[in-house]
């Protein structure tokens, strides 16, 4: 199995491995009667997508909770409790600051599901989450392409560690930061 998280500006692949084959060797592909799709004519095998990287594969469609939509058109309000200069003239300190793309600093430990591991499902989903202060999550949404990748992508976004910018001396509140994780099987 295989984890991949994109960052802001680049692709990385973070690998964890625990396979029974051999992973480089070609898989084998499933034959059936009737007519072939364009997928399985590729090569693409049942409960694989394209965020895994495989050509021909469809895209993962992501469920999106409740609320998820209003939260992200919501816009932090500066200078509302900062730091107390603004009515002695002073300018208005932000408590929050939105931050869609922050990277963090400790990354995840997704666990795969068994689950979907046993069926050759892959998942791709997305963590809509606040960060306090302190570098800590807040707040955390998930959303996914089937819900048994919800569980354990929510475990581990509460392991992720951001680095929150400071303003005026004091660390601020990030908003609406978006994590993807992709669930991926080995090749």
């Keep these: 199995m295989r984890f991949s998280h994109v960052l802001p500006g680049a692709l990385m692949l973070a690998g964890l491995s625990a396979c029974?084959?051999?992973?480089?060797?070609?898989a084998p592909i499933e034959r059936r009667a009737g007519p072939v799709s364009g997928s399985q004519a590729m090569g693409v095998r049942p409960g694989q997508i394209a965020a895994c990287g495989h050509t021909g594969a469809p895209v993962a469609d992501l469920r999106y909770p409740d609320g998820w939509q209003a939260r992200l058109s919501q816009v932090p309000a500066a200078g509302s409790g900062g730091g107390g200069d603004e009515l002695l003239g002073g300018v208005a300190e932000p408590d929050a600051?939105?931050?869609?793309?922050?990277?963090?600093?400790v990354q995840p430990q997704?666990?795969?599901p068994s689950s979907a591991l046993d069926a050759g499902q892959e998942g791709r989903c997305e963590i809509l989450m606040d960060v306090s202060p302190a570098g800590?999550?807040?707040?955390?949404?998930?959303?996914?392409s089937a819900p048994q990748f919800n569980a354990p992508t929510y475990q581990a976004a509460?392991?992720?560690?951001?680095?929150?910018?400071?303003e005026s001396g004091r660390s601020v509140r990030l908003v609406n930061v978006v994590y993807p994780i992709s669930y991926c099987m080995d090749q």
């Design 20 to 26: 029974a084959v051999d992973p480089y060797a070609p």
């Design 97 to 105: 600051v939105a931050a869609p793309d922050a990277s963090p600093t």
């Design 110 to 112: 997704p666990v795969y």
């Design 136 to 144: 800590a999550p807040q707040n955390i949404l998930t959303a996914c």
């Design 158 to 166: 509460t392991g992720l560690r951001f680095d929150p910018p400071r």
